[in-house]
């Protein structure tokens, strides 16, 4: 399974009916059972979130089902012909590496500890950049996992107890403490919490692991 961290996960959509969740998955999938709920009288506030980025997602719940569907804009562009990728020829011959040479300016002990390597100079610069580039987009990704909490906590646990203190230890990346700050909060909501730091913490480790290679 891939694993890379540039990789993006599809879209995911989480409704809420007051405190409790009531479904989770695709902007049409929670569309439709936020309306079939607002059709049995529901009375409670319904909220949705994008999961990727904890911000709330407005639902035009007006009219019957197709029109509230319709409404979204969504494409299903995974069966669309302009989704499929165009065949490309390749030519006879080794392929195009995208080798680029330039000039690199070092210190004299960067020279040395270069020349030490037993892949050469070249070959320990990209797999520096490399090491660097992954270490970024996964402390990129953890971050993003933390600041998606806190949309999503600010607009549903605002009124919580302890909700600054947890905001703090959030941010300090103290989730025992976040955890134990938020142990009264309605299950549900520390349940969709606990999904966005598993998320941060994932991406941590890998920021861990391309540190320390």
């Known amino acids: 399974m891939d694993q890379s961290p540039e990789k993006e996960q599809p879209a995911t959509f989480v409704v809420f009916l007051g405190t409790n969740l009531l479904t989770r998955g695709s ?71 995208g080798v680029v040479s330039r000039e690199v300016s070092l210190l004299p002990r960067h020279w040395e500890w270069l020349a030490e390597q037993p892949q050469g100079a070249s070959a320990s610069l990209r797999r520096l950049v490399d090491a660097a580039r992954k270490q970024g987009s996964s402390e990129r990704k953890a971050q993003k996992a933390i600041e998606a909490a806190h949309r999503f906590m600010w607009d549903m646990a605002g009124n919580q107890a302890g909700f600054e203190e947890a905001g703090r230890a959030l941010f300090a990346r103290d989730f025992s403490s976040f955890r134990q700050r938020t142990a009264s909060w309605p299950s549900d909501i520390r349940e969709q919490l606990e999904r966005f730091l598993k998320r941060a913490q994932q991406a941590s480790k890998g920021a861990s692991v391309a540190d320390a290679n």
């Open 27 to 97: 902007l049409a999938e929670v569309a439709s059972a936020a309306k079939q709920r607002l059709e049995a009288g529901a009375l409670e506030r319904i909220a949705c979130f994008d999961e990727r980025t904890g911000r709330t997602r407005d639902l035009d719940l007006s009219g019957n089902e197709a029109e509230v569907i319709g409404r979204l804009g969504e494409v299903d562009d995974s069966s669309s012909e302009a989704a499929a990728p165009l065949a490309t020829k390749r030519g006879r011959g080794r392929p195009k590496l």
